[in-house]
T-cell receptor, first 114, second 111 residues
């Protein structure tokens, strides 16, 4: 069974630009979550989608947005990039939201903002 | 603010010893707990989940949960150099089921 696939693996952008990251969940998984990982802050929750609806949103500015498509694939977008947005962005999927449904992570997209 | 706290380490243990990793959480309503392993430059990999008080064993790994003390731990028996990684503790709260991570404990197993 294929795992969570994230594209692209690496991105270099300039401050002020926008970026779109893509995530394909494990087949049959309908819930997708996004996390930002930095050395100082660790893994921070961005948002979670299920059945094309955003269920939860973390404490990030409105420049960070996402969506989920009918095939459960998800994208996240960051507009007006800032240097502090440089991070590893991780997508994770699970069968469905629920207390015992673990997250399975993709390999991440490493974003560098210059 | 729901928080998961871990000692950042590094925790160094000799090969063959037991490594003990600890985690506390602030949200008393948290229902389920997960341990992830993250090698440098890689993504987190699920190694254990635990939902009820007590111990849960899987091979060389044992997860322990004490909800009254809001404490979760992971024991790694017969530690191997390949266990050297950062171990992330995560708690899933009630209602939103959002998974909150600790900042991780870096484990070094010395040959």
């Amino acid at each position: 069974k294929a795992g969570v696939t994230q594209t692209p693996r690496y991105l270099i952008k300039t401050r002020g630009q926008q970026v779109t990251l893509s995530c394909s969940p494990i087949s049959g998984h309908r819930s997708v979550s996004w996390y930002q990982q930095t050395p100082g802050q660790g893994l921070q929750f961005l948002f979670e989608y299920f059945s094309e609806t955003q269920r939860n949103k973390g404490n990030f500015p409105g420049r960070f947005s996402g969506r989920q498509f009918s095939n459960s694939r998800s994208e996240m977008n960051v507009s007006t990039l800032e240097l502090g947005d440089s991070a590893l962005y991780l997508c994770a999927s699970s069968l469905a939201p629920g207390p015992t449904s673990p997250l399975h992570f993709g390999n991440g997209t490493r974003l560098t903002v210059t | 603010q729901k928080e998961v706290e871990q000692n950042s380490g590094p925790l160094s243990v000799p090969e063959g010893a037991i490594a003990s990793l600890n985690c506390t959480y602030s949200d008393r309503g948290s229902q389920s707990f997960f341990w992830y392993r993250q090698y440098s430059g890689k993504s987190p990999e699920l190694i254990m989940s635990i939902y009820s008080n007590g111990d849960k064993e899987d091979g060389r790994f044992t997860a322990q949960l004490n909800k009254a003390s809001q404490y979760v731990s992971l024991l790694i028996r017969d530690s191997q150099p390949s266990d050297s990684a950062t171990y992330l503790c995560a708690a899933k709260g009630a209602g939103s089921y959002q998974l909150t991570f600790g900042k991780g404990t870096k484990l070094s197993v010395i040959p």
